[in-house]
């Protein structure tokens, strides 16, 4: 949170609701943060979902991540690869 001031990148932040390791409301400091100095952010948690969802998670819930991810990259990433 310190450097959060810093950050200018746009950032897609996928988290898991039942997160032991970082409690939810970790990620919704980091996101208000973020958009109160206007970057671009999205949050998605994931309703029951752990840690690691994104290997050991609902099936549903992993296929998501996966989405998100691609979208969000198409989105804000430009050029064409090598």
């Known amino acids: 949170m310190t450097r959060a001031g810093e950050v200018t990148t746009p950032t897609l932040l996928l988290h898991g ?3 032991d390791r970082c409690p939810i409301g970790q990620v919704e400091q980091w996101f208000a943060a973020l958009r109160e100095r206007r970057v671009p952010v999205r949050l998605v948690w994931y309703p029951g979902a752990s840690h690691l969802f994104i290997i050991d998670g609902r099936p549903s819930h992993r296929y998501d991540y ?4 691609i979208a969000w990259l198409e989105q804000w990433v430009s050029g064409s690869p090598s």
């Open 17 to 19: 609701e039942s997160d």
């Open 66 to 69: 996966n989405e998100r991810i």
